[in-house]
C-alpha cells in the first residue's frame, strides 16, 4: 500500500506558508497562526519557528517521513536562508520554493535559490502567491511526486 499524497510545507516565519496553502488548497487564507504541526487534509503546515530554531528539526525531520513532498520556503526580501544541507536529511524529496518574487529584485531572487542550492535542493520555483506567478509550475512539479496506486 502506497502512502497517502501529502504535501509539507515548511519555511521561516513570514516566508508565505498560510497564503501558499491557501492558493495550494484552494480555500481561504487562514489568518490564524501555526503553532504546532498541523495536518489539513493533503497539507501538512509547519510553524515557521521550526525552521527558525534548531531544537525543532527533529520534529520537522521526523514528520516528513508522513510526506510526499516537502516545500522549503524562502522569502527572497528576508535574509532568513535555511540552514546548510538541510534538505539533505527530510525524508521526502524536497523542492526549493522562492516566495514573494512579485516584491524582489532579481538580485534577492538569485541569493534565495542560492540558499536553497547551499540547504541541498536540487529543483527550485519563484512563485508570488499574490500575483499567480509560478503557482501552475508549483503544482505540475508536485504533481511529478504523487504516489501511484
Known sequence: MSRPWRVMVIGSVDS????LLGVLSDRAVRTVKTESIDFCG???DTPGEFLDI???YNSLISTSSKASVVLLLVD???NCPPPPTFSSVIC???????????LASSEQIEKAKKSLCRSGVRESCVISSVTGEGIEFLKSTMERYRPTS
Open 54 to 56: 534548531p531544537l525543532h
Open 42 to 44: 493533503d497539507f501538512v
Open 76 to 78: 527572497p526580501t528576508r
Open 92 to 102: 521526502a524529496p524536497v523542492l526549493g520554493v522562492v516566495t514573494k518574487s512579485d
Open 16 to 19: 508565505g506558508k498560510s497564503t
